[in-house]
């Protein structure tokens, strides 16, 4: 018993020496390379605080939020489990999108995600070293809130829905081939609205066709700046412009009034008024930013990942919608198609 009792010390150690991972079967500067922090399993028990802001509350940004959290629940963060989410609106209102930010800067949650260009100019403004995960933000160098496509470096990466405005002037153009003037309204104050209308008048010009824009400072204005279109163009196109949007039955009321049929770059417009949209699915991209808020959430860094765009576009249409505006849709785009609403 005596030999039993000194060997079992001498036993363990040659067992745990076998197991060690410096004498498993891995690259030999294995041991010196630190564990990927996206790989950082979530503790036991552990809850993580989620806080996500919008600048408003539309279809389109609430889509983007119920993806978001589908895809954090896939991933293991399920809130009411271990994961606590403080969801707050802007109504609409940019002083409002200030406070929030403040306040979420002083919670100090483990991620934010600002759905929307004027609560994400907010948050990042506010927070430097919480981790930033913006979401549905057209234009996010332009707005400031990174320096390019690539990482970051800072606290900031995020899901971009810009995309190029050539297919949907393509569309236009097969819709209305003897197009002359496109439509336009808009926030002068919303960067990605003055990006998208810089955008399409560069291109437009190299057809010889005409931007009509017309500014909307608020929800309120929508319905006199589209009306103001009357006579001028034979289209008109929105982009995801977050006064718009939410004032889209107003679009909807203008363009059958003039007959003259709405393009969105939102494929939500499509169930409020617009004849057929051609953009990314915000759930889908919601989805997308649920990824890499997991990333952030096991512990990796939201400044060493790029920030991304969406690469799939969907064609939503409603043939009732087109006919109220004066437009039937040609055989080619209801061939396809996506979506279908009636």
């Given at each position: 018993?005596h030999?039993?009792?000194?060997?079992?010390?001498?036993?363990?150690?040659?067992?745990?020496?076998?197991?060690?991972?410096?004498?498993?079967?891995?690259?030999?500067?294995?041991?010196?390379?630190?564990?990927?922090?996206?790989?950082?399993?979530?503790?036991?028990?552990?809850?993580?605080?989620?806080?996500?802001?919008?600048?408003?509350?539309?279809?389109?940004?609430?889509?983007?939020?119920?993806?978001?959290?589908e895809?954090?629940?896939?991933?293991?963060?399920?809130?009411?489990?271990?994961?606590?989410?403080?969801?707050?609106?802007?109504?609409?209102?940019?002083?409002?999108?200030?406070?929030?930010?403040?306040?979420?800067?002083?919670?100090?949650?483990?991620?934010?995600?600002?759905?929307?260009?004027?609560?994400?100019?907010?948050?990042?403004a506010?927070?430097?070293?919480i981790?930033?995960?913006?979401?549905?933000?057209?234009?996010?160098?332009?707005?400031?809130?990174?320096?390019?496509?690539?990482?970051?470096?800072?606290?900031?990466?995020?899901?971009?829905?810009?995309?190029?405005?050539?297919?949907?002037?393509?569309?236009?153009r097969?819709?209305?081939?003897?197009?002359?003037?496109?439509g336009?309204?808009?926030?002068?104050?919303?960067?990605?609205?003055?990006?998208?209308?810089?955008?399409?008048?560069?291109?437009?010009a190299?057809?010889?066709?005409?931007?009509?824009?017309?500014?909307?400072?608020?929800?309120?204005?929508?319905?006199?700046a589209?009306?103001?279109?009357?006579?001028?163009?034979?289209?008109?196109?929105?982009?995801?412009?977050?006064?718009?949007?939410?004032?889209?039955?107003?679009?909807?009321?203008?363009?059958?009034?003039?007959?003259?049929?709405?393009?969105?770059?939102?494929?939500?417009?499509?169930?409020?008024?617009?004849?057929?949209?051609?953009?990314?699915?915000?759930?889908?991209?919601?989805?997308?930013?649920?990824?890499?808020?997991?990333?952030?959430?096991?512990?990796?860094?939201?400044?060493?990942?790029?920030?991304?765009?969406?690469?799939?576009?969907?064609?939503?249409?409603?043939?009732?919608?087109?006919?109220?505006?004066?437009?039937?849709?040609?055989?080619?785009?209801?061939?396809?198609?996506?979506?279908?609403?009636?």
């Amino acid at each position: 018993m005596h030999v039993l009792r000194l060997s079992l010390p001498i036993l363990t150690a040659a067992i745990l020496a076998a197991c060690s991972p410096q004498n498993a079967s891995a690259p030999q500067n294995a041991a010196s390379q630190p564990t990927s922090p996206a790989s950082t399993p979530v503790a036991a028990g552990e809850t993580k605080n989620l806080a996500i802001t919008a600048i408003t509350e539309h279809p389109a940004l609430d889509d983007i939020r119920y993806g978001l959290l589908e895809q954090l629940k896939t991933e293991g963060f399920e809130e009411g489990k271990n994961l606590k989410i403080d969801f707050q609106s802007a109504q609409g209102n940019p002083s409002t999108a200030a406070q929030i930010a403040k306040k979420f800067a002083g919670d100090k949650p483990d991620v934010i995600v600002p759905i929307s260009t004027p609560s994400a100019q907010a948050v990042v403004a506010t927070s430097k070293d919480i981790p930033i995960v913006y979401a549905g933000i057209t234009d996010p160098i332009g707005a400031k809130l990174v320096s390019s496509w690539d990482a970051s470096g800072t606290n900031v990466t995020g899901m971009s829905n810009q995309m190029d405005v050539q297919p949907e002037l393509d569309l236009m153009r097969e819709l209305i081939p003897d197009l002359k003037a496109i439509g336009y309204v808009f926030s002068p104050g919303e960067v990605n609205s003055v990006t998208v209308l810089n955008q399409l008048r560069e291109k437009a010009a190299s057809h010889n066709i005409k931007i009509v824009d017309v500014p909307a400072q608020t929800t309120s204005d929508v319905l006199a700046a589209a009306r103001s279109l009357k006579g001028k163009v034979q289209i008109i196109f929105t982009a995801h412009d977050n006064n718009v949007v939410a004032a889209y039955p107003s679009m909807y009321k203008a363009a059958v009034e003039m007959k003259i049929p709405l393009l969105a770059a939102d494929s939500n417009s499509v169930g409020k008024g617009a004849a057929l949209a051609l953009g990314v699915n915000d759930y889908n991209l919601g989805k997308e930013t649920g990824k890499m808020v997991a990333q952030v959430l096991r512990g990796k860094a939201a400044g060493e990942m790029p920030s991304q765009k969406m690469q799939d576009l969907e064609l939503v249409i409603s043939p009732k919608h087109a006919a109220e505006q004066g437009l039937t849709l040609p055989e080619s785009v209801l061939k396809r198609a996506n979506k279908t609403v009636e």
